[in-house]
Antibody
């Protein structure tokens, strides 16, 4: 079965760049929407964006100017880069699979990693 | 963006109670709605998709209904392991959006 494992730096300084990686095991990365979702402490979930087939991306407009998603299919990894960090970016960052439908589109996030906590602080 | 709201924001209940949570979308999303359960320190877990289809392995005491802009998650008889926060999420349009959550705790 598919498993996702995030890894991140833990603590990042304001104005710096966050890099988080998600390693996919148990399945091919093809034909799946690998998605990033974050959750500030005690708050609700926010969709960040996805990468599909290693190169097609879609971003939340609220983050688009600071966000880059990429994939390394040889390593079965997807990565997130978020620049110009502020304290508002403090959150648990989750990697999840947005399940693809045969007819196109997706219906739900059926597999999640355990998340990695990122704190933005000086 | 499609705004998702949930009510109530919290509910206190006892084991064996029937609990219902409502989710509303700011525009018609047909049945493109999913429900998740999240326990403290854990990632969300998919319970229901396309409004009423139970994810594999999820107990049948969970059910979902609704279409358009109003949806309901019902737990028919609450068990101790069901005390958690529940989120709805629309999969009709990007960006995907989640509701603010409903916390189910012990009365």
């Amino acid at each position: 079965q598919v498993q996702l494992q995030e890894s991140g730096p833990g603590l990042v300084r304001p104005s710096e760049t966050l890099s988080v990686t998600c390693t996919v095991s148990g399945d091919s990365m093809d034909n799946a929407y690998w998605t990033w979702i974050r959750q500030p402490p005690g708050k609700a979930l926010e969709w960040i964006g996805y990468i599909y087939n290693g190169r097609v991306t879609k971003y939340n407009p609220s983050l688009e100017s600071r966000l880059t998603l990429s994939a390394d299919t040889s390593k079965n990894q997807v990565s997130l880069k978020l620049t110009s960090l502020t304290t508002a970016d403090t959150a648990i960052y989750y990697c999840a699979r947005d399940r693809a439908l045969i007819r196109g589109g997706t219906d739900a996030f059926d597999v999640w990693g355990q998340g990695t906590m990122v704190t933005v602080s000086s | 963006d499609i705004q998702m709201t949930q009510s109530p924001s919290s509910v206190s209940a006892s084991v064996g109670d029937r609990v219902s949570i409502t989710c509303r979308a700011s525009q018609d999303i047909s049945t493109w709605l999913a429900w998740y359960q999240q326990k403290p320190g854990e990632a969300p877990k998919l319970l229901i998709y396309v409004a009423s289809t139970l994810q594999s392995g999820v107990p049948s005491r969970f059910s979902g209904s609704g279409s358009g802009t109003e949806f309901t998650l019902t737990i028919s008889s609450l068990r101790p392991e069901d005390f958690a926060t529940y989120y709805c999420q629309q999969s009709h349009t990007f960006p995907r959006t989640f509701g603010p959550g409903t916390k189910v705790d012990l009365k």
